[in-house]
């Protein structure tokens, strides 16, 4: 079973729709990040959370919000997607340690399609 | 634009040969990582060097890092076809607990 498991997997929904996608962990760690990667832009953070009270925005959390329901969930929601928020979401985790920034463990990713 | 970018954006050489992918920055660093993506799926770990490193090996990827020219090269030494993905590197920014990745460099590798 894969450590950082992200559903749904694929998802095509229309403008306006609330989408929610999730990410749970199993490998214990506290830090988790929410990524965007589009085509030629590598992959920008949408928010990171340190604690199930700590949720902080990264570089692009506008028309985004999270929320962590415990130390191995969270989720990611699109209020109202629009078709430029069609791209393919990673959630991540990391381990509090030495490092601010340490290695990230990565989900196998959720391809939203907004029509 | 993003703080780390890859150069080249695509390579492609021939199995058994070297790849070299660099990377340059722009603000100051607490460490450099590299990821690994295979098509269609999530990044992988490859490395981490930290700003007083210099340079560090992992089996066939070696990783070096220039804070003076803030740039960073990896290495890929005797490349297989199996090294065909796309290559990260991601700043960890000081003073931050954000890690910025560069828009990667597609390696192909032919048989």
């Known amino acids: 079973d894969a450590d950082v498991t992200q559903t749904p997997r694929n998802r095509i929904t229309k403008t306006g729709k609330r989408i929610m996608l999730e990410c749970s962990q199993t490998?214990?760690?506290?830090?988790m990040y929410w990524y965007r990667q589009d085509p030629g832009l590598g992959l920008r953070l949408i928010y990171y959370s340190f604690d199930v009270k700590d949720i902080n925005k990264g570089e692009i959390s506008d028309g985004y919000s999270v929320s962590r329901q415990a130390q191995a969930k969270f989720s990611l929601s699109l209020e109202s997607a629009i078709p430029n928020q069609t791209a393919l979401y990673f959630c991540?985790?990391?381990?509090?340690?030495?490092?601010?920034?340490?290695?990230?463990?990565f989900g196998e990713g959720s391809r939203l399609t907004v029509l | 634009s993003q703080q780390g970018e890859e150069d080249p954006q695509a390579l492609s050489i021939q199995e058994g040969e070297n790849a070299t992918m660099n990377c340059s920055y722009k603000t100051s660093i607490n460490n450099l990582q590299w990821y690994r993506q295979n098509s269609g799926r999530g990044l992988v770990h490859l490395i981490l060097i930290r700003s007083n490193e210099r340079e560090k090996h992992s089996g066939r990827l070696r990783v070096t890092l220039d804070t003076s020219k803030k740039s960073s090269s990896l290495l890929i030494t005797a490349s297989r076809a199996a090294d065909t993905a796309s290559y990260f590197c991601?700043?960890?920014?000081?003073?931050?607990?954000?890690?910025?990745f560069g828009s990667g460099t597609r390696l192909l590798v032919r048989p």
């Open positions: 991601a700043t960890g920014l000081r003073g931050s607990y954000k890690l910025i």
């Open positions: 490998k214990g760690h506290d830090r």
């Open positions: 991540a985790t990391s381990v509090a340690g030495r490092e601010f920034t340490g290695e990230l463990f």
